[in-house]
């Protein structure tokens, strides 16, 4: 006998069970569609922690022949309530290679076998009586068991659902499973560790197993941020010349080179985002780090950026203070947004993007055939923080998607800097950034300063 709870996920075809699995699972390969029967067959899904099962939920069929069903146990079923599951268990057993009741027999029998009930319905419908008839079924089955109301239409209906199903089940709760997030999980698992007195340990510390490991992804997302941002603001490119100076051609050479670095580190990056998460397969759509002809405060910037014109300019008058370059215009108000100061804020505190003052580009070396044309580190005051944007946008909306979600992510990359980076964080942020333009040695301390800055940033957008 196992010693970790298992629970039979169960109601009428196409009410979101599949979703319910695979958003409480954490598992994307559970098949999900939109007709009736895309489960044919009753499959467990144990949710693992380091090789070790915390849980088991069965995917089952719906519901198809209910009335038939419940007709064939009242006949044979003349009996106290303590037998009724002693005649479930005889229809299941005379019925195993019957296709007419295949659908039933898949999803009675993890139950019979010990499952706990998760009935699912969708609370954006209205409830029907012909429920009644399923739940009665699963009533006879003895089962502890729970409603989940999932709202999958924009209708509600959930305080009809809920008066009904409290007379069946001894608990009633909604959960949505394509937008559930860690928290809404756990709360669930809490709800269902009252079902019986015997889960409730094992379910508690599935919820602190998930809580660490909740917290595990956390913490590595925001290493791969810190690494990611290192990596990108101190690299420099060099290759070697023969002449004394380079050419237009080796040049622009080296630019490229230089920019396709920066795209394939960020590519790199979001991978090992996605695979902490267990959204490797993921469909994105994300407009990608344009590092040519987009005008700093074109219409594409925005999108592409994630930064808006004021806090292009805020970001940049915050490198002004750090680096002495500029005047604190930290804490100016909308007014920064007026044409007449644009220019000259961003001037001020060279902060536009001429795509051409990302790097510093150097010629080094003394003899002839053994110079070097260098290209880098990152010198644009502002452009650390587009990086650090689109990272910490694509990195929550990673972590907060549900497994049971099948549409393509939409990463528009609107504006939300402004919300997470307040005048001392983006102080704090540019020593790192400063020190990283500088090509100099990161000390430990200011290393984890940056971290602790960034993850204050990540946990607001999660």
Not at 37 to 42: A, Y
Not at 63 to 68: C, S, T, Y
Not at 169 to 190: C, D, G, S
């Amino acid at each position: 006998m196992s010693d970790y709870p298992k629970f039979a996920v169960v109601g009428h075809p196409n009410k979101g069970k599949s979703s319910i699995v695979a958003s409480l699972s954490l598992d994307k390969s559970i098949q999900i569609g939109n007709t009736p029967g895309t489960t044919q067959v009753k499959r467990g899904f144990p949710l693992k922690v380091d090789g070790k099962i915390v849980y088991e939920l069965f995917d089952t069929p719906g519901f198809q022949r209910a009335r038939r069903v419940f007709a064939w146990l009242q006949d044979h079923g003349d009996v106290s309530a303590d037998k009724r599951v002693d005649v479930v268990r005889e229809f299941v057993f005379k019925h195993k290679t019957n296709e007419q009741f295949k659908d039933e027999v898949e999803l009675l029998e993890p139950i019979l076998n010990g499952a706990g009930i998760i009935y699912v319905v969708d609370a954006s419908k209205p409830y029907g009586a012909e429920y009644e008839i399923e739940m009665e079924i699963l009533r006879w089955c003895g089962q502890p068991s729970m409603a989940i109301l999932n709202l999958i239409g924009d209708e509600d209906y959930r305080d009809e659902w809920t008066r009904a199903l409290g007379q069946y089940f001894r608990l009633v709760r909604t959960y949505n499973p394509m937008i559930a997030r860690h928290i809404e999980h756990t709360q669930l698992l809490e709800s269902m560790a009252q079902l019986k007195e015997d889960w409730t340990e094992s379910i508690k510390k599935a919820i602190s197993v998930l809580d660490e490991l909740y917290d595990k992804k956390v913490e590595e997302s925001l290493n791969i941020i810190v690494e990611y941002m290192v990596e990108v603001l101190s690299f420099v490119h060099k290759e070697k010349i023969k002449k004394e100076e380079a050419s237009e051609k080796e040049k622009e050479d080296a630019k490229v080179t230089y920019r396709k670095k920066i795209l394939s580190s960020e590519k790199k990056e979001r991978r090992a985002i996605e695979k902490i998460w267990n959204h490797l397969d993921i469909e994105k759509k994300e407009i990608s780090l344009e590092l040519d002809r987009v005008g700093l405060f074109s219409k594409e910037s925005a999108s592409i950026f994630g930064l808006s014109q004021k806090e292009l300019i805020l970001t940049g008058a915050s490198a002004g203070v750090v680096t002495g370059a500029g005047f604190d215009l930290i804490t100016a108000g909308s007014t920064l947004l007026l044409g007449s100061l644009i220019g000259g804020v961003v001037g001020g505190v060279g902060a536009m993007f001429g795509f051409d003052n990302l790097y510093e580009v150097k010629v080094l070396g003394q003899k002839l055939g053994k110079r070097e044309l260098s290209i880098g580190p990152m010198q644009n005051l502002n452009f650390p923080y587009v990086l650090l944007g689109r990272s910490l946008y694509h990195a929550s909306m990673i972590a907060k998607r549900s497994h049971a979600e099948r549409d393509n992510l939409e990463l528009d990359n609107t504006s939300f800097t402004e919300k997470i980076m307040d005048a001392k964080n983006r102080k704090g942020l540019e020593k790192m950034h400063l020190k990283l333009r500088k090509a100099e040695e990161i000390e430990d301390e200011v290393l984890e300063e940056y971290r602790t800055l960034i993850k204050k940033s990540l946990l607001t957008l999660l």
